[in-house]
């Protein structure tokens, strides 16, 4: 079985893809995250998802759509612009799924507690049923704290916000 897996960074990566190979399933990854921002810091995490997989040798598709004055337009919808932020990825995780022939596609934003999870399975099964593909619905949270050590032996970049601009801490 072959599986597309949106990764959001390195860190949150580690978990999810050792239960998956765990399974047996064969990871294509896919990093699209026009969330995060500054560039500096999208070019950051984009690296470290770089370093993971080639120590675990897994193919990755990149796309570095940038959409930093996209969020700032959203100051004022508190946290319903996460609806949107996870619409855009999960979307175009099901779109490119079907395009690269996998059987399905998931996404490690599950494993955070952070995340909106309920959300997140939500819109994951939505796109799914649009695109004509399975989403791979795994609650990863219980290895959180497994996957951040995994970072940490991995040296990997380890950030201290979700991602976009409206989250970012104020120094
Ligand atoms: S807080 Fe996180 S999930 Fe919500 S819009 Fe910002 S980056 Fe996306």
């Not at 319903?80 to 932020?85: G, I, M, N, S």
């Not at 989403?135 to 949270?141: C, I, T």
């Amino acid at each position: 079985m072959k599986v597309l897996l949106h990764m959001c960074c390195g860190p949150c990566s580690t978990y999810p893809v050792q239960e998956l190979m765990n399974e047996g399933i064969d990871i294509q990854g896919y990093f699209y995250n026009p969330n995060i921002h500054p560039i500096e810091e999208h070019k950051k995490r984009r690296e470290n998802v770089e370093k993971f997989s080639k120590i675990k040798n897994i193919p990755v598709i990149y796309d570095d759509d940038f959409r930093q004055s996209e969020w700032e337009e959203m100051k004022d919808m508190g946290e319903a612009r996460c609806f949107h932020c996870y619409s855009v990825r999960l979307e175009n995780a099901a779109k490119l799924a079907v395009e690269q022939g996998c059987d399905g596609f998931s996404t490690t934003l599950l494993v955070s507690p952070y995340q909106k999870h309920d959300l997140i399975k939500e819109l994951g099964e939505k796109y799914a049923a649009q695109y004509g593909t399975a989403f791979l619905y795994r609650d990863f949270r219980p290895g959180f704290r497994q996957g951040q050590q995994l970072a940490r032996d991995m040296e990997l970049y380890r950030q201290k916000y979700c991602g976009c601009i409206l989250s970012l801490p104020v120094k």
